[in-house]
């Protein structure tokens, strides 16, 4: 094997994609910064007790462990930046009001989400502690909103879900409750026929357990039309009338032009999030562009509950959709220690120029420039020409 080769799902990332990740990185960032965000920057590596707790076993499953050779102590590196966040909110600054967290870094998976998957993201996002209410929610998903529209994409779908009324199914029947792995994977693959046939499979479970799990596989579509449906066709308890009336405070809540969506059977992260979730789509992305929601409560690890809901993306799988063969301009200048061409070269650069000094022997051979512009010196002065 050649000794340049990379591990499968991982890539070099070349001079003109790379600087635009990083203009765009600059650029969202700079938006965070306008809500009131405040930038951290956790570590790579952590105890793996710290980085997984308060998450679900999918998280576990991604982690790359490995021994610290300083305490003997298994080390883990961050397969998702959240549960980082969540402990310096919890343990680090410990603040008693609102605290608003934004983070950018290379996250690790162990495997590869499908084929056409990297296994290195650089995951960027945004997290609200310290506030329950719906206000948050909206916080969040309007950033996020504002996020992609920042990044220049104009035609996007929001999907809205919330885990509480699964939970309140499942929650409300022991059996039910006891074989909760299998209702989510038919839930996940709206198996109605697999959900009608668990009467066979799992002994003592409700009748009306299993008609309201076949009524809620169907319940995705237009949002009003879902929620009403489900007002009317599901149990009226208390986990299920809450859901269910957080998300028509939000629906009402987003401006009128936002694309809507709702999948009460979207079983993702439903051992992780406590609230309101929401997915983004844009064409010409094939899956899941921005992943959100609420997780209260995942900061007791740390010896704080606190409430919290936020949302991350992959800025690399963004910027790729987005990404374009446009180089910017530079201006081509000789080598030489002149001074009056030293100043020159300075002032342009201090303006935001490009220039490249050739140095003696060759010809710059950068891909990420177009060369249109050349300084010459002219009757004593140092000019710009065109090429």
């Not at 690890?301 to 063969?325: C, N, P, V, Y």
Request: aromatic share 6%.
């Amino acid at each position: 094997m050649s000794n340049w080769l990379l591990p499968e799902n991982l890539a070099d990332i070349l001079p003109v994609e790379a600087r635009h990740i990083e203009k765009l990185r600059h650029k969202l960032l700079d938006l965070y910064k306008t809500y009131g965000f405040e930038l951290v920057c956790p570590p790579l590596v952590e105890y793996i007790d710290s980085l997984l707790s308060g998450t679900g076993s999918d998280l576990n499953l991604q982690t790359c462990k490995l021994v610290d050779q300083l305490s003997g102590r298994t080390l883990g590196i961050r397969a998702d930046m959240t549960p980082q966040i969540s402990r310096i909110d919890a343990h680090l600054l410990n603040r008693d009001g609102i605290t608003r967290l934004c983070y950018c870094g290379n996250v690790f998976h162990a495997l590869p989400n499908d084929f056409l998957s990297s296994r290195e993201l650089l995951q960027i996002g945004a997290e609200i502690y310290g506030h329950a209410g719906v206000e948050a929610d909206f916080e969040i998903i309007q950033l996020a909103i504002d996020t992609i529209k920042t990044a220049g994409i104009s035609t996007y779908k929001l999907d809205l879900c919330h885990p509480g009324v699964i939970r309140s199914i499942i929650n409300s029947d022991h059996a039910a409750s006891a074989n909760v792995d299998l209702i989510l994977s038919l839930l996940k693959e709206k198996d109605v026929a697999g959900i009608l046939e668990l009467s066979g499979v799992i002994k003592n479970i409700r009748s009306d357990t299993l008609e309201s799990l076949k009524i809620v596989s169907s319940l995705y579509g237009d949002t009003e039309t879902v929620i009403s449906l489900a007002r009317k066709s599901l149990p009226s308890n208390p986990g299920i009338i809450g859901a269910l009336d957080a998300l028509q405070i939000l629906i009402h809540s987003l401006e009128d032009d936002v694309e809507l969506g709702i999948d009460l059977a979207d079983v993702s992260g439903y051992g992780y999030h406590s609230g309101v979730t929401f997915s983004l789509y844009a064409e010409g992305w094939r899956d899941t562009l921005v992943k959100g929601g609420r997780y209260d409560n995942v900061g007791i690890a740390f010896g704080r509950a606190r409430a919290a809901t936020g949302f991350s993306l992959d800025l690399r799988k963004l910027a790729r959709g987005l990404f374009t063969m446009e180089k910017p301009s530079a201006i081509l200048a000789p080598w030489g220690r002149d001074k009056d061409l030293l100043t020159c070269i300075k002032n342009l650069r201090q303006d935001g120029q490009i220039v490249i000094q050739m140095l003696p022997g060759g010809y710059p051979s950068q891909d990420e420039f177009v060369f249109d512009r050349k300084l010459v010196l002219f009757d004593g002065i140092w000019q710009i020409n065109d090429l």
